[in-house]
């Protein structure tokens, strides 16, 4: 059995059970909370949406990235907030609220914005033979693929609350299983280049991530949002969705480069033990000003 039939069939349902799962958590509130908290969603959507991938151009060009994975980078950039953020958020005593809108308005968002950011990468990137953009029929299969199950979701949980809420627990569980599922199949289809190129594309992974999360956390700060609310953000910039990445750059009817995939398997491998480090220096260095800011009144 190749590997063909494994990737149009083993992606697309992964990554529809993962969106699925995010849309049992949301409801319409989460999304009519940015007009009542304008400013912080529209922080945390610039910083996510804008800037990162500005700065992300930027390492790549300091590592001097090959074109594939500087798209792969890119792509990854490119990617909206991954549901983990959440629980992140949470065990670091930030913005749950806050985390949950970001992650429902990003996902939507970056639909759109994706294909612009990696078309722009494919043909700065890559010679014109080699670019494969994203026409608009495959942006409107990813559109359906993506947020078709949130909405899914969303209609169960808005009919049957209490089976959403049971249900939540079980579908993140098969979530990180397929999420680990597609980093190992990502990394084996191109196993020779990620050996190759794992202490480099380690390397920049690692410095995009950590500015991710000190961007997230100090501009909103710099803002005068709460702690909570910089928390959040900086959860929600750092951990970002590789699914959808990976998931795009390894389906045979989008980029179909196993090399685009390497640095969203890496950085999703990457993200989990450094966003657990950023909670702890957060609430060990700015301890006092989350717990003042938990005990007053939302």
Known sequence: MGAYPLLTTALPAALGVIMLGLGLSLSPADFTRVIRYPKPVAIGLACQMLLLPVLCFFIIKIFALEPALAVGMMLLAASPGGTTANLYSHLAHGDVALNITLTAVSSVVAILAMPLIVNFSLHHFMSADKAIPLQF?????????????????????????????????????????????IIVLALVKDWPTFMAYAPLVGAAALSFNLLSLAVGYYLPRLAKLSQRQAVAIGMEIGIHNGTLAIALALSPMLLNNPTMAIPAAVYSLIMFFTAAGFGWWVNHVHGKALQAENASPP
């Not at 029929?137 to 949130?150: A, E, S, T, Y």
């Open 137 to 181: 029929g495959k942006v409107l299969q990813v559109f359906v693929i993506v947020l078709g199950p949130v909405l899914i979701g969303m209609w169960v949980r808005s009919r049957f609350r209490s089976f959403a809420d049971r249900m939540q627990k079980p579908v993140k569980i098969v979530s990180a299983l397929l999420l680990a599922f």
